[in-house]
C-alpha cells in the first residue's frame, strides 16, 4: 500500500508555506532545518536595522537565519533588548529594506 500524499502548491515544490501559519511556532522541515516565529516588524531603519518585536524571549543556538514567509533571508540577529517576556529584537539586513516589511511576520531559520 503506498502512503498518502497530500497536493502540494506548484509554486511551493519545498511545501513551506504551511509552515508558515500563525499556529506554527516551531516546525522542523524534510531537510532537517527548524523554523520558528521570532515576531513582526515594527520599524524599518534603512539601511541599518530593522526591528521585530517578539512575543516571547527567542532562544537562539548556532547558525541562525531571519527569514520572511517566502523563505527569503532577511538578516542576521544584531541585539537583543527590552523586556524580557516581549523583547524587541534588531537585526542588520542582508536585502535592501523600505516601509513595506512593516507589520510582516518574520522567522528564525536553524541548522
Given amino acids: 500500500m503506498g502512503r498518502a ?3 502540494r502548491d506548484p509554486r511551493d515544490p519545498k511545501g513551506y508555506q504551511g509552515l508558515m501559519s500563525k499556529n506554527v511556532q516551531q516546525k522542523k522541515t524534510d531537510r532537517g532545518v527548524f523554523l520558528r516565529k521570532l515576531g513582526q516588524v515594527l520599524h524599518v531603519f534603512p539601511p541599518n536595522d530593522i526591528i521585530v518585536k517578539s512575543n516571547s524571549k527567542p532562544k537562539i543556538s548556532g547558525h541562525v537565519k531571519v ?5 527569503c533571508e ?6 537583543i533588548f527590552g523586556p524580557v517576556n516581549a523583547p524587541y529584537i534588531s537585526i542588520r539586513p542582508k536585502i535592501k529594506v523600505d516601509a513595506s516589511l512593516i507589520g510582516e511576520p518574520v522567522y528564525l531559520w536553524e541548522k
Wanted: aromatic letters at 0%; proline letters at 7%; charged letters at 35%.
Fill in 5 to 7: 500524499v497530500s497536493p
Fill in 74 to 79: 532577511i538578516g542576521r540577529i544584531k541585539e
Fill in 67 to 71: 527569514i520572511n514567509k517566502e523563505m
